[in-house]
């Protein structure tokens, strides 16, 4: 079956310094994948969508400048949240797919700020 | 704007008893998924749709297939491992576009 494997599950940082999370997509090819941030009590914000041999478009209030994502291949993509404060703590999701298909999600990478 | 409207934000419903989630949408969708957020925070999918509906055990989820501006998620026979948040997350039509998420539905049931 499709599984989105995401790590670290959980991780603390210390505010200013940077945190780097990567998704790992098995059973199938990640043609695109999408970073969400979940704060507290709120929905799923999206940060950027990668596709595969198309440039990575950031959402409005993401830069890539904050939120660098590498997707090199099928099966891998990473996104580092660099000089993190209080206002970046909450839930990142990856979610991936392989063309007009089911997004397959990792369970999460929970930030803390600390 | 605010595309996937979800409602309702919050319900609490007895044990044994029925209700329904609904998603609107401000423009066509092309698909609607549907997920359970977990207390862990991890999202598990119930149902992706591009049109029609689809059963699984006491859940089942429609999407509007004429216009495509609508979603629901009926639950049967609600027991207490149903309780958590639901979200619906929609995709416009337009290749290479991603899901937006709803605003998410805290379900609490009780005995």
């Known amino acids: 079956g499709a599984l989105v494997y995401q790590y670290p599950r959980r991780t603390i940082c210390k505010s200013g310094t940077s945190m780097r999370m990567e998704c790992q997509a098995v059973?199938?090819?990640?043609?695109?994948v999408a970073w969400y941030r979940q704060s507290p009590q709120k929905t799923f914000e999206l940060i950027a969508l990668?596709?595969?041999?198309?440039?990575?478009?950031?959402e409005q209030n993401f830069t890539q400048e904050k939120f660098p994502i590498s997707h090199p291949n099928l099966s891998f993509s990473s996104m580092t949240v660099l000089n993190a404060y209080l206002e970046d703590r909450g839930l990142y999701l990856c979610?991936?797919?392989?063309?007009?298909?089911?997004?397959?999600f990792g369970k999460g990478t929970r930030l803390t700020v600390v | 704007g605010d595309q996937v409207e979800q409602s309702p934000s919050a319900l609490s419903l007895h044990e044994g008893t029925d209700s329904a989630l609904r998603c609107n949408f401000t423009?066509?969708?092309?698909?609607v998924q549907w997920f359970r957020q977990n207390s862990r925070g991890s999202l598990i999918s119930l149902f992706y749709?591009?049109?029609?509906t689809k059963e699984n055990g006491r859940l089942k989820s429609a999407f509007d297939s004429k216009e495509r501006r609508y979603s629901t998620l009926h639950i049967r026979d609600a027991q207490l491992e149903d309780s958590g948040t639901y979200f619906c997350?929609?995709?416009?039509?337009?290749?290479?576009?991603?899901?937006?998420f709803g605003t998410g539905t805290k379900l609490q049931v009780v005995p």
């Open positions: 059973g199938f090819q990640a043609t695109s």
């Open positions: 749709l591009a049109s029609g």
């Open positions: 423009t066509t969708m092309r698909s």
């Open positions: 990668s596709t595969v041999n198309s440039a990575i478009k950031y």
């Open positions: 979610g991936a797919r392989n063309e007009n298909t089911e997004v397959f």
């Open positions: 997350a929609a995709e416009l039509p337009n290749s290479g576009t991603y899901q937006r």
